[in-house]
């Protein structure tokens, strides 16, 4: 199969890899001379970790890297028979840069996009055959991470939606199927990990290392959410839960924070800038010299538990959302929080887990305390409790 990537960026680059290691003949394009060549020696840097660490050989290596050239023109994705764009996120950008593809390739090729935020009806809408058109949304580090959302726009066809489907099963990645709602499932139903961690934060009731620590020991979570948002970005972060929050319609459930701006604000951007919430050494490793804590860990376990089942039962609350508006199956909800983003559980197996009546008091607990939309519960949890249901049975 023939697989055009659009952007060898940090996504393309690892889309790329993907494919080529499953067998397929990719392309890389991009307008930036230097990205290009970034991207082939990042490819070759990486290659060669996995031969040190003894995952793959010299041979495997060398096929890898010959499945992948690298082209200066749009034009030379013509013979693809699927082209995927990780090129910057932006609408007007994609929608010129899709027109103009749709001119070189064949009316069978399919034309999907990787976007984080942007409809795909809206990408779609630029082409002249927009059934074509699907979301194929990996996540960082693609060659990684298991998880591929895919999204059907209103205008895909089934015929185009199937196959995006089958390929990505191909290259050995899971697939969740997702409604083209923002977010998509893993970017919405994380929302609260962040906001309601931050909110916790802002009110004094614990500091952002006692957070973490709860959300790691109580909830064995592999970050906690501040060091999550630090190992993001908290730009990027920011960034997210903004769009989320304007393309919810100012829905407050999804409220950005003051303390993440500001940090934003002042470059305090996380690992990558060597400041965030914590102090991070050369290595990028958190430098625990300033924090006592990260070693000791929280001595506190009744706050532990109740920072953890705050967060916690928000979480709950927006998957059961998810699940209440279709946006995807409560399997694939599930597979996209332990496979897109590592959660130690799928939150609704979790949910059953936990007690939805315990589900729902929680929340209500919380509606009764601050009378805030943000804590209204699902009504599909209410519904569950009320017909003493569960997600699986
Ligand atoms: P990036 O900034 O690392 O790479 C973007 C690349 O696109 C650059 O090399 C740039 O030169 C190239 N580019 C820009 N305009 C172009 C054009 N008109 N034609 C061809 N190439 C062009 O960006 P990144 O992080 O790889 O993101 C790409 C897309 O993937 C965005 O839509 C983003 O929302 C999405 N995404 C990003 C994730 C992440 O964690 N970084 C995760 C999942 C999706």
Redesign the pocket.
């Known amino acids: 199969m023939n697989i055009g990537i ?9 889309i790329a890899q993907v494919a080529a290691t499953s067998g397929c003949k990719v392309k890389v ?4 001379h ?3 060549n ?2 082939k020696v990042a490819l070759e840097k990486v290659l060669l970790r996995l031969i040190e660490k003894e995952r793959i050989d010299e041979t495997e290596k060398n096929r890898i890297q010959d499945n992948i050239s690298y082209v200066n023109s ?1 034009k030379d994705l013509a013979d693809s028979n699927l082209t995927i ?6 609408l007007e ?2 929608k ?2 899709f027109s103009e593809l749709e001119s070189y390739v064949s009316d069978e090729t399919i034309i999907a ?6 409809s795909i009806a809206s990408i779609a809408s630029a082409l002249q055959k927009p059934e074509r058109c699907v979301g194929i ?4 580090p ?1 060659p990684l991470m298991a998880l591929v959302e895919v999204i059907p726009a209103i205008q895909t066809s089934q015929k185009v939606f199937e196959k995006a489907v089958s390929t990505i099963k191909s290259w050995n990645k899971t697939v969740a199927v997702a409604k083209d709602t923002p977010g998509f499932i893993v970017n919405r139903v994380a929302r609260p990990y962040y906001g309601e961690s931050l909110r916790i934060y802002e009110e004094g009731i614990a500091d952002f290392i006692t957070i973490d620590n709860a959300m790691k020991t109580v909830g064995s979570f592999r970050m906690g959410p501040f060091e999550l948002m630090d190992f ?1 970005g908290n730009d ?1 972060n920011y960034t997210v839960t903004k769009t989320v929050f304007k393309t919810f319609y100012y829905d407050s459930r999804f409220r950005p924070s003051f303390t993440q701006q500001r940090l934003a604000e002042a470059g305090y951007l996380g690992r990558k800038s060597g400041r965030g919430y914590y102090q991070y050494n050369e290595d990028g490793k958190i430098d625990a010299s300033g924090h006592p804590e990260l070693v000791e860990g929280s001595h506190n376990t009744e706050l532990a538990e109740l920072i953890f089942n705050r967060v916690f039962v928000m979480l709950i609350n927006e998957a059961a959302d998810a699940l209440f508006l279709n946006i995807a199956s409560a399997e694939d909800i599930d597979k996209a929080m332990t496979k897109g983003v590592n959660y130690p559980k799928g939150l609704l197996a979790w949910a059953d887990e936990k007690g939805i009546d315990w589900c729902v008091d929680s929340i209500d607990e919380l509606y009764n305390e601050y009378h805030e939309e943000r804590y209204r519960c699902s009504p599909l949890l209410r519904k569950m409790k009320r017909e003493k249901k569960k997600f699986f049975s």
Do not use: P, Q, R
């Open positions: 659009i952007g060898s960026g940090t996504m393309g680059s690892g394009y991009d307008t930036n230097d990205a290009l970034k991207s749009l764009e990780a090129i910057v996120e932006n950008i994609k010129k840069v996009s990787n976007t984080s935020s942007l949304h990996f996540f960082n693609a993001i990027i």
